[in-house]
């Protein structure tokens, strides 16, 4: 393959956050970046080529895309993998990662049968479509998070139950069609951004510790804090998950820690994910770079962490949707080594991600990982993310 600049087009489907930093991140390599998103002036808008005004499958709009540009991928499940499919085909441009890896990941019970299927471990699960059924498996299981199948992102369609009482709330709250997985006493959740080239080349990110509240990341921490057993265990599971895939990009794969050391599989993203936002300053190249040159067929790059840091979301604190402006911005400028990033989302609402920053460690601290203060950095990377607010002064 011989590579020459200005670059190719990339279309992406979804023109959100990760959108917005895929298109920060390849501009520099002469990459013109073309996104579709329902949303007119969506949150990639300022920093790429052009945007489809349309939704995820709007056969004419995904049509206008691939014939504009010399590959395709997605920043989000919502994509219609069979109408992907049809385009790259019609329009002889490559899609990846293979809308056929999609379509087994937008349903989580498909998702987790075909992991378990493999061999790849797994929580418990089962399928529920009755409040009668759910309350069995509540009682079985002793209680469980219930999964929508299609649809729930950022903690969305995702309730635990854990009183057969609340079955039938809980199972329309989700939709109906659902997924119940026992719910795990688990030390820690964990992730590691995988990443998967050309002829079935494998790379793998630091194994990163996220940190949830109410079903919905707030920090990530790279290097996990956990044991040297673990992160080999998860960086083993995570190389699985990849030769399962088909297709090339970057995963977001989702672990468990069990209070025994076991690593079982959460869920997958195909896709750049929250979890690697650190990998901006953390790590050798972008977890949004090594996604486009992986679907681009060009040359992965390092992955190597160059940093420990700590990634802090700035969620929606109002009570109702308004217009976004964020406060308290001075302190995070003038902090040393604290990194800010907008998404460019026009309104908030409660716990809506705008915007994250991340701390990385530097000066006389940039040692090894081991010898860096984790839990100081993530402190540090807290008190500057709560000095944020979208309510008014």
């Not at 040297?228 to 672990?255: C, P, T």
Request: with cysteine.
């Amino acid at each position: 393959m011989s590579i020459t600049l200005p670059g190719p087009t990339l279309g992406v489907v979804g023109g959100g956050q990760l959108g917005r930093m895929m298109g920060e991140a390849v501009a520099r390599l002469g990459i013109e970046v073309v996104v579709l998103d329902p949303t007119p002036d969506c949150p990639a808008s300022p920093v790429v080529s052009d945007q489809i005004v349309g939704d995820f499958d709007d056969p004419d709009a995904v049509h206008e895309l691939a014939s504009r540009v010399d590959a395709l991928t997605f920043e989000i499940e919502l994509a219609d993998p069979e109408l992907l499919a049809e385009a790259s085909a019609e329009h002889d441009v490559p899609v990846q990662p293979d809308p056929a890896t999609l379509e087994t990941i937008q349903d989580k019970l498909v998702q987790k049968e075909s992991l378990a299927d493999a061999g790849i471990p797994v929580p418990e699960f089962v399928a529920v479509a009755t409040a009668e059924g759910l309350e069995r498996v509540v009682e079985e299981f002793g209680g469980v998070m219930l999964k929508a199948r299609e649809g729930g992102y950022d903690g969305r369609g995702n309730v635990p139950v854990d009183d057969p009482a609340d079955a039938a709330d809980a199972l329309d709250e989700v939709g109906g069609n659902a997924m119940a997985e026992e719910f795990l006493d688990f030390e820690r959740e964990i992730a590691v951004m995988g990443l998967k080239g050309v002829d079935g080349e494998t790379r793998t990110y630091p194994v990163t510790e996220t940190i949830h509240r109410e079903e919905i990341l707030r920090e990530s921490v790279a290097p996990a804090r956990a044991d040297d057993a673990v992160v080999a265990e998860a960086e083993s599971v995570a190389r699985d998950v990849l030769e399962f895939l088909d297709g090339r990009g970057v995963y977001g794969i989702e672990l468990f820690e069990t209070r025994d050391g076991d690593v079982l599989v959460n869920e997958i993203a195909p896709r750049p994910h929250n979890s690697g936002h650190w990998t901006i300053e953390g790590a050798r190249t972008s977890q949004f770079e090594n996604h486009v040159r992986a679907v681009l067929g060009w040359p992965l790059a390092p992955t190597d962490l160059v940093a420990p840091a700590v990634t802090a979301n700035a969620l929606g604190d109002t009570e109702e949707t308004r217009p976004a402006t964020l406060r308290g911005v001075d302190d995070v400028l003038a902090a040393p080594g604290a990194d800010l990033h907008w998404y460019g989302k026009a309104d908030v609402y409660p716990l809506r991600k705008m915007g994250h920053l991340t701390a990385t460690a530097g000066g006389d601290d940039a040692n090894t990982a081991a010898e860096v203060d984790r839990d100081a950095l993530l402190s540090r990377a807290r008190a500057l993310r709560d000095g944020l607010t979208f309510r008014d002064a």
